[in-house]
């Protein structure tokens, strides 16, 4: 059960106006990292703490190791 509906759609209006506001990517990487950077601001305004936010953070060091 989702119990967090209106910030879901509140992150994800805010995802559609960043992908919105630019009419194109050079490739799905630039897209990712447009989406991960957008998530990464909107977490900072969070005050609950994010379920399961080591092993998402674990995974995105091992795709993107030489970035974070």
């Not at 977490?43 to 953070?57: E, H, L, V």
Request: hydrophobic share 45%; aromatic share 10%; no cysteine.
């Amino acid at each position: 059960a989702i119990y967090t509906t209106n910030a879901i759609e509140s992150l994800n209006a805010s995802l559609r106006k960043i992908t919105k506001t630019r009419r194109s990517f050079p490739n799905d990487e630039a897209v990712m990292k447009v989406l991960y950077l957008a998530l990464h601001q909107a977490s900072k305004k969070w005050t609950m703490p994010i379920r399961n936010w080591k092993p998402a953070m674990a995974q995105f060091e091992i795709i993107y190791q030489d970035r974070i």
